[in-house]
């Protein structure tokens, strides 16, 4: 075998291709993997739901979760809850007991309320993207959009 031939054109271009072709084959799935969620990219914010499915809300009502410095306070209508949280695996839960204003409400509320605590002791899958948290446990997501802090 000669190796002072030169190596012609088109196999070169060819071979550019080929390899460009597997390099982005390899990179990419045709999905746009979801950007991963840690606590500073959330501490300071406030989210307001925008669309809840798998739980139908009380009329009028809107949840709002607000990070603070490994803290998480959530309202869904009467009371305001908190407890420090984590995020592990792209899992979000409180992890510790939650601690709650104690105001007497329509009882709709307060079940409401009991439904927001339960669903975050239990954790749900957390995904933000922009302005957008998505939270899903089971069969029930909770979409949020980046809100105003002072209204929380």
């Not at 603070?68 to 979000?92: F, V």
């Amino acid at each position: 075998m000669n190796s002072n031939r030169p190596i012609p054109a088109r196999l070169t271009v060819f071979a550019a291709v080929a390899l460009s072709a597997a390099v982005l084959a390899a990179c990419s799935n045709g999905e746009q993997a979801a950007p991963t969620v840690n606590a500073s990219s959330l501490n300071g914010h406030t989210f307001v739901s925008t669309e809840v499915t798998g739980h139908q809300l009380v009329p009028g009502s809107t949840v709002r979760l607000h990070f603070e410095n490994g803290d998480l306070s959530a309202r869904a209508g009467c009371n305001t809850m908190g407890a420090p949280y984590a995020i592990t695996a792209d899992e979000l839960r409180w992890t510790g007991g939650a601690r709650s204003t104690m105001m007497a409400c329509d009882p709709a509320l307060m079940s409401q309320d009991a439904w927001l605590t339960d669903f975050l002791d239990r954790g749900a899958a957390v995904t933000l993207d922009g302005p957008t948290l998505t939270l899903t446990s089971g069969a029930t997501t909770l979409t949020l959009r980046q809100g105003d802090a002072a209204k929380n």
